[in-house]
């Protein structure tokens, strides 16, 4: 038998929890003004573009699932990153250094229960070309333009709250709202800069509403209707969003978008590059061994790491590969393995088809 006096009380608690949490908002959401300047720049070599984020946050996400952190890891990342982002004019060539800050501080804020990666193994990893000197002044210069205010209310945390509100009032089966499918939708609209001008808890809300709607349970479009409206959040609002996120999912679900050509991530690292970097970090017995891809020259090991006026490399092995198959991987990990003889190739396999830039 139900607890009833528990329940209301439970229930009472999580809606004090989402006031507290939307008057909070706000104050962590990237300047308008700073995103619509980026969204509206042409791509050239000396202008950030809006593909060049989307890029970047694709990358966080490739280093978050690559040390095995949280989703709230990366979605914290995307925050810091387009909060900066929106405050300063950055050139292209220092974006992948902001992009490691930016993913050292979430991962500190979050606490991760497996160690933090030293700057040394994220440089490694993340090709930034930069140095400790250049990141440990980067993640200053970051600091103080956000006043050291990490810790912010994200769409995940309304995503989370939502989705506790909704199985508390319900019901129905609790496995019919899948929350790893919502964050993987949430991963998704990440990689877009268009939804960084969205309030986090209209964004989370449109993610539940769409899902709900495909669940075709009346019940549930109740609790979502009643949590609107104590979330204040407009019909207009809330269908503009919607239509775009719509649009969005819709876009990475279709055949369309897959490239049949598609090339996997790749990271190219020297023999003494690998041989420090942990152990943890490449060992996956149960995958058959990569063959190499194609030489290298040992020239270009990590000694090449310039300063952070150098040109930046990305992540991700090409333009056309910056979108990835976000909300259909509803547990995406990192599956690869090393191998080398003069050289290495570390190989990032993800979950699902990698999606064509759109």
Known sequence: MKDTGAEEQMGSWLFKQL??????????????????????????????????????????????????????????????LDRFLALMKVKPKHLSCIGVCCFQLAARVVKEECNIPSLHDVIRISQCKCTVSDLKRMEKIISEKLHFDFKATTALTFLHLYHTIVLCHTSERKELLNLDKLEAQLKACNCRLVFSKAKPSILALCLLTLEVQTLKSIELFEIVMRVQKHSKISDSDLLYWRELVSKCLADYSSPACCKPDH????????????????????????????????????????????????????????????????FFDLKPKAKWRLSFDLVCCVELLMYGSTFGNK
């Open 19 to 80: 006031k507290l949490h939307l008057d909070q908002e706000w104050k962590y959401q990237p300047q308008e003004k700073g995103l619509s300047l980026i969204e509206c720049t042409a791509e050239n070599e000396n202008t950030l573009c809006p593909r060049l984020r989307n890029a970047k946050v694709e990358d966080l996400w490739s280093l978050t699932n690559f040390f095995g952190f949280a989703m709230e890891t990366f979605v914290l990342a995307v925050n810091i």
């Open 263 to 326: 090339k996997k991530l790749v990271w190219i690292v020297s023999r003494r590059t690998a041989q420090n970097l942990q152990n943890s970090y490449y060992s996956v017995p149960e995958l058959p061994t990569i063959p190499e891809a194609g030489c290298f020259d040992e020239s270009e090991s990590e000694d090449s790491c310039e300063d952070m006026s150098c040109g930046e490399e990305s992540l991700s092995s090409s333009p056309c590969d910056l979108e990835s198959t976000f």
